[in-house]
């Protein structure tokens, strides 16, 4: 997947689609794996430091930076804790690892190497459909 959303004045790219590995399931049955997630702002990371949620137990943190910067799931009409908090823990580590990558380095994409032709190329750790890198 690409990303939706680049600046055009500097080019910054704000906005990262991705593909959760397992899906969330809403109570309809449906499975939502398609979703864009922003880069965080400082208040997505200073704002819930004042939740009494929080402050109960720090690694609900995660769930509200997530809820804050995950923008599009699916079909799903809005994205909040009880959405976040619903994912199966293989897809909420996804994110986690989405959400440090783009909010660390930028990007989704790594440059790796072949072991057996030893060719470099990019791989897009936003993940895509079962098959395709």
Avoid: K, W
């Avoid at 965080?40 to 819930?48: F, Q």
């Avoid at 690694?59 to 009409?77: C, E, H, K, N, P």
């Amino acid at each position: 997947m690409t990303a939706v959303t680049t600046t055009a004045q500097t080019g910054l790219q704000t906005e990262f689609d991705f593909v959760l590995p397992l899906g969330f399931a809403s109570d309809d049955g449906q499975i939502h794996r398609n979703g864009t997630m922003r880069l965080a702002r400082a208040r997505d990371e200073i704002a819930p430091l004042r939740d009494p949620r929080v402050r109960d137990n720090e690694a609900y943190l995660t769930v509200i930076l997530l809820a804050r910067t995950v923008t599009r799931l699916g079909d799903l009409s809005t994205i909040n804790v009880n959405v976040i908090e619903g994912l199966f823990t293989p897809d909420l580590a996804f994110l986690q690892d989405l959400y440090r990558r783009i909010n660390s380095e930028g990007r989704t994409t790594t440059e790796v190497e072949c072991p057996a032709c030893h060719e470099a190329f990019a791989v897009d750790l936003a993940g895509g459909a079962p098959g395709e890198s």
